[in-house]
């Protein structure tokens, strides 16, 4: 955990955020050697072997002053966590670990995101409320709809779209929707197999990278990659 919030640390950055999404447990040996090239950690804890509260809230506290992101995530959106695990039991582990991390990412599509964002404002953390769509780049006129609705609980929310690009028509239309909101606190990712570094393109807060042997959704790059892009394109 930090001092600073979330969103304030992305705002600080001279260029995009790089997000390791942690999808197991790694050895201290193995996370000593990730962070340096890290600006937050996301824990997927619909991926990890124990939903245990203690085991999970232990796993947060590894990752020394990086700002940890909490994400249990739906079945529907990519995830782990199915329909029978119950929205509840979510809410209720959210509610558990919330205090040891600095962020909640919650899906816009969960029917506990009314329920959550009010915990994280009590609690003054950041929320991220996320859409995701892995079979394409949604219309416009959808895109703008749920960034309305996304910000209906609170103006600092930051707003994140997983979406697949398929072309690069559908690269340049989610470039241009992040270059149209250059004062939301947004979180543009095309999901793109093919093309993974274009991720890096995009002008927006943040994006998530892989730190393992394989990526944990469509696109990501590893974290060793990405941070070598980005220090090549800032080296004068």
Known sequence: MTAMRLLEIFRELPDIALIGTFAEPLSDTQIEFLLPDLDAVEVRADLYPSRDVNYLTEQCRRFGSLPVIFTVRDEAEGGKWSIEDGDDEKLELIEEIAPSVDAVDIEGSSKIVSKVTPI????????????????????????????????????????????????????????????NHPNENLIMVPMDEHHPEKRLEIPTLATYVYVTDTPVAPGQLHVTRARKILQKRNTP
Do not use: V
């Open 120 to 179: 994280l404002k009590r609690l003054g953390k950041d929320g991220i409320i996320s859409f995701h769509d892995f079979d394409g780049t949604p219309p416009n006129e959808e895109l703008e709809e749920k960034l309305a609705s996304a910000k209906l609980p609170a103006e600092d929310l930051i707003i994140k779209f997983g979406l697949k690009a398929t072309s690069q028509a559908d690269h340049d239309r989610q470039k241009k929707f992040a270059d």
